[in-house]
């Protein structure tokens, strides 16, 4: 992978490192949702807990943590919501090829902001959301796009909390923030659980999914019918 040159390495393999030693709980275990999975536990591509567990936990969606973020103008007069997990392929599709145009179009004019939830489909993204929410705001979608492009690279990895680590690195995120944010429980708590208000609040059962002024788009979607929906809430 090119842009995981070894000396970038180095001081986030510390930090992965110090996860594995500090022996983080596995989230499996009954019905808690509370804990992060271990770097030596992690599978990539292994279920979140059901839905019905995560009603259950003691740590409900906590507001304050998972209020979506929102790129463009936040008096824009059209909202597009994503709802997304950053190990879909076809998230990643839509984020690659159809994002940058609307960006142009229409983020970028003031006209669309679009806000992102998280809809996280396993651990890997889960994970991958988290390492997201600890980055700096003004720094949250870039991480997010470098996310989605190194996809293949760290969506499969045996050494998932390391490579993250790299790519939070990447986002200027110290060695000491990538260890505190491996450590939030509260807050991987939050984005496992949402999905239960996600999921109710708009019906969602794939990703990705998206939301413009009531119309629902499922898919990653070319341009135009983006531009359909988004016309027809403009006029």
Same mark, same amino acid.
């Given at each position: 992978?090119?842009?995981?040159q070894?000396? =970038?390495?180095?001081p ?5 490192l110090t ?5 983080? =709980?596995f989230f499996? $275990?009954?019905?808690?949702? #509370?804990?992060i999975?271990?770097a #030596?536990n992690v599978?990539? +591509?292994?279920p979140?807990i $059901?839905? =019905? ?5 003691p740590s409900?969606?906590?507001q $304050? ?6 790129l ?5 007069p059209?909202?597009?919501?994503? @709802? =997304?997990?950053?190990?879909c ?9 159809t994002?940058p145009?609307?960006?142009?179009t @229409?983020?970028?004019?003031?006209k669309v ?8 489909? +396993?651990?890997?993204?889960? &994970?991958? #959301?988290l ?8 720094? @949250?979608?870039p991480?997010?796009? !470098? ?7 760290w969506?499969? #990895?045996? +050494?998932?909390?390391?490579? &993250?680590?790299?790519?939070?690195s990447?986002?200027?995120?110290? $060695?000491?923030?990538?260890?505190a944010?491996?450590? +939030?429980?509260d807050?991987y708590?939050a984005?496992?659980n949402q999905r239960?208000y ?11 999914t998206?939301?413009?002024?009531g119309t ?7 341009f135009e019918?983006?531009?359909e929906?988004?016309?027809?809430? !403009?006029?």
């Amino acid at each position: 992978m090119s842009i995981l040159q070894h000396k =970038a390495t180095v001081p986030v393999i510390v930090v992965a490192l110090t996860v594995i030693v500090g022996g983080i =709980a596995f989230f499996r $275990s009954g019905t808690e949702v #509370s804990s992060i999975p271990s770097a #030596s536990n992690v599978q990539p +591509n292994a279920p979140l807990i $059901s839905e =019905a567990q995560a009603a259950e936990s003691p740590s409900a969606p906590t507001q $304050s943590l998972i209020t979506p973020r929102i790129l463009g103008n936040p008096d824009a007069p059209v909202t597009i919501i994503e @709802y =997304a997990s950053l190990t879909c392929p076809h998230c990643a599709a839509f984020h690659q090829e159809t994002l940058p145009e609307l960006k142009k179009t @229409y983020i970028d004019t003031g006209k669309v902001k679009l806000e992102y939830r998280d809809y996280p489909l +396993n651990e890997g993204a889960a &994970l991958g #959301s988290l390492l997201a929410r600890c980055a700096p705001e003004d720094r @949250y979608f870039p991480l997010i796009n !470098l996310l989605f492009a190194q996809q293949p690279a760290w969506g499969g #990895s045996q +050494n998932m909390l390391a490579d &993250l680590a790299k790519l939070g690195s990447f986002a200027g995120m110290s $060695s000491d923030s990538i260890e505190a944010c491996f450590n +939030n429980q509260d807050l991987y708590a939050a984005i496992v659980n949402q999905r239960t208000y996600w999921s109710e609040l708009h019906d969602i059962g794939s990703t990705p999914t998206f939301i413009i002024d009531g119309t629902k788009i499922v898919g990653s979607q070319p341009f135009e019918k983006f531009q359909e929906a988004i016309e027809s809430a !403009l006029n």
